[in-house]
């Protein structure tokens, strides 16, 4: 008594065939620098123009702006397809969004106007900058001022750990603009990285994406008209979690992406390879270990599918689902991309194989965009 | 008058999968997953191309096959053409090439066209043969495995790359060409070509709208039959030559034994 046409719990045909075209330009595009990326920390250029040549690079822009309008689940999937062969090269797309989001959702018409229709062109990218030094679980308690001067507001402080920070453009950065009220004295602004007085550190040396630039940016005295603020003044906190609310999504599709990469590759080497006079493909222990793997793969890819799905009609459940997602996604890719390099035994340890890179790849996502830890403390406090 | 294109576009077994035959030596489509021949890939990229160019230009894809087969066209309309036919018909099951050109050449006829694109070859059957039939139905001048292809008044020019010889073509329109994988890397869909796709129109034939008769086509209809198929067989180890010395030597009377040398 089937029914093929029974349409829950599987993704539209248009999803597939974005996730169809994304995988072979990434295949083709994108893979053969993954390595070369990783080794020598660089910015994973020819990912930018081939992203950029197939309007890729922030799919998630509306319409209006010259997007193309992405909904969050074919934005997942761009990601997903992206770090599977590269997680370095997908904080290109997620990035983008994260550090647009802000704008899309609180920003008024001129402002989207201005920063998210040469996002979409491509003329310039767009980074997040919340944590600091001393800021991190703790973003609330951030130092970075601004202070109102006329039409004009004045930056000063440092943020850390931005990611793209030098590469972008432009940036969205949360600053105190009244010190008495926490959370809600915080406020939102579109810096551009040729507003005099911005700068930025030395690339941090990572444990895993490498090709990924993280930076400090300094504000020192910046100078920005009235109008870059991104929604009514104290807003800025909320606005900074509700995208996060959205994002952490993103970070679990990258978590997927590096997991099905390295579940992949692990699958094809054990059919390969021989001891004792067999495949070891043959043996029961492998082949649970494998099982395993994708159980949890695929417990974490419907978790996300449910979570990007609430994060495109903006359920009441979100903030729980975002949360629920990027901590499952990412504990389940830290321990498949670690089973999967022990699939490869000493192969997979060595650098000529991929799977250390996607083991230490895959350890950020349960970092950024708040710790693990602070997505249980988001869960718990947001019980379905 | 805008510019008529028609590329024919085959839906062929993926070429990764574990390709068999059915029990009627045809194609067992249900024994793996099916795609657009990358081939003709390059045969939408020009069309594409060529209707970029002109400004006011109307690309059709063309395809014989299966209900799957729209897989093949709506690729393809992702990619960027306007609209499709799918000429599908239980009685073109088994047709040969000479049946599938009949075919192709009435669709052809049927939509309307200045120039038909072709790939250089389908990934599965390689006979690269019917853009020839094509032009030979339709009564126009083909010019076929063009590196290089442009449109200008009335004109298609073109550049065929051969061992010997480049040469340089031309042929006024209507007329068919044939494009190679040299000419120009095919593009992917994008997501707003993907979500345009669905809403584009997909005209469905079957051999009576075309006035086809069943006997001209199908396996019946075929001027070849297969007899029986045998798999290659499995790839054995090979021959090790061991260098002690007269390594060279050994490694040339192998190649003269299987009459490479
Ligand atoms: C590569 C990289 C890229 C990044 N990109 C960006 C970016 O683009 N923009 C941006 O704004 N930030 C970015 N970040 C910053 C990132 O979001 C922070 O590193 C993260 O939020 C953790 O902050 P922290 O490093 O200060 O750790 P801390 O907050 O000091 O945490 C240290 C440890 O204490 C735990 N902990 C803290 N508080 C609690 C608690 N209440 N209960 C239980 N455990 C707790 C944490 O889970 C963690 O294990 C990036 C970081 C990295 C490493």
């Known amino acids: ?384 | 008058m805008s510019l008529r294109i028609v590329v024919c576009v085959k839906y062929v077994p993926d070429a990764t999968g574990d390709r068999r035959f059915a029990e009627d030596t045809t194609t067992d489509r249900d024994a793996v997953d099916g795609l657009l021949s990358e081939l003709d890939e390059y045969g939408v990229e020009q069309a594409l191309r060529i209707a970029e160019a002109s400004g006011d230009a109307e690309v059709t894809v063309l395809t014989v096959g299966p209900d799957d087969a729209k897989d093949a066209l709506r690729k393809a309309l992702s990619m960027g053409a306007d609209k499709a036919v799918h000429v599908n018909d239980d009685d073109i099951h088994g047709t040969d090439v000479i049946g599938t050109s009949a075919i192709l050449a009435k669709a052809i006829e049927h939509t309307g066209f200045d120039l038909v694109v072709c790939g250089m070859a389908s990934t599965d059957g390689t006979m690269g043969v019917v853009p020839a039939l094509l032009a030979e139905r339709l009564g126009v001048p083909q010019v076929t495995l063009l590196s290089e292809v442009t449109v200008a008044d009335g004109t298609v020019t073109g550049r065929r790359d051969g061992d010997a010889a480049t040469e340089l073509l031309q042929a006024a329109l209507p007329a068919v060409v044939s494009v190679t994988d040299q000419s120009g890397e095919a593009r992917y869909p994008s997501f707003k070509g993907i979500m345009a796709a669905k809403k584009k129109p997909v005209t469905a034939l079957d051999l009576d709208d075309l006035g086809l008769d069943a006997g001209q086509v199908g396996l019946a209809g075929a001027w070849t039959a297969v007899q029986s198929v045998t798999a290659r067989p499995a790839r054995t180890a090979g021959t090790v030559v061991k260098d002690e010395g007269e390594g060279g030597t050994q490694l040339a009377a192998f190649l003269a034994a299987q009459k490479f040398i």
């Open chain 1, 1 to 384: 008594m089937s029914s093929k046409d029974f349409d829950l719990f599987r993704i539209s045909e248009e999803h597939e065939m974005l996730r169809d075209a994304v995988r072979s330009l990434a295949e083709a595009k994108i893979a053969p620098f993954a390595a070369e990326v990783d080794e020598q920390a660089r910015f994973p250029q020819e990912a930018l123009d081939a992203l950029l040549a197939n309007d890729l690079h922030a799919v998630h822009v509306p319409e209006e702006y010259g997007g193309a309008g992405a909904d969050a689940l074919a934005m997942v999937i761009v990601i997903e397809e992206v770090a599977r062969v590269c997680a370095s090269s997908s904080l290109i797309p997620a990035v983008n969004k994260l550090g647009s989001l802000p704008v899309v959702l609180s920003g008024d018409e001129a402002l989207k106007h201005r920063y998210l229709t040469p996002l979409a062109r491509g003329e310039g990218m767009f980074s997040y900058c919340l944590s600091e030094p001393e800021a991190g679980s703790d973003a609330a308690g951030m130092k970075t001022r601004a202070v109102r001067d006329g039409d004009h507001w004045v930056l000063n402080g440092v943020k850390r750990w931005i990611t793209n920070a030098g590469v972008s453009e432009f940036y969205t950065v949360m600053a105190v603009t009244d010190p008495d009220k926490r959370s809600k004295g915080i406020s939102a602004f579109v810096v551009e990285k040729s507003d005099p007085g911005v700068s930025f550190g030395a690339p941090e040396r990572k444990l895993g994406i490498k090709g990924s630039p993280t930076r400090e940016v300094y504000f020192d005295n910046v100078r920005i008209p009235a109008d870059r603020i991104i929604g009514a003044e104290g807003t800025g906190f909320a606005t900074a979690m509700r995208t996060l609310d959205h994002t952490r999504i993103t970070i679990a599709a990258q978590a997927l992406g590096i997991a099905q990469g390295a579940l992949d590759y692990a699958k094809g080497y054990v059919r390969e390879r021989k001891q004792f006079g067999k495949a070891i493909a043959e043996f029961q222990g492998i082949q649970f270990m494998l099982a395993d793997m994708a159980m949890k793969l695929e417990a974490a890819r419907q978790l996300t599918y449910a979570a990007a799905a609430r994060s495109q009609r903006e359920d009441g459940d979100l903030t729980f689902f975002g949360a629920a997602a990027k901590c499952f996604a990412s504990d389940a890719a830290m321990e498949i991309t670690t089973d999967a390099v022990q699939l490869l035994g000493g192969y997979g340890y060595t650098r000529d194989y991929p799977l250390e890179r996607m083991m230490r790849d895959a350890k950020i996502t349960q970092i950024y965009e708040g710790t693990n830890q602070v997505q249980r403390i988001v869960m718990a406090r947001n019980l379905p």
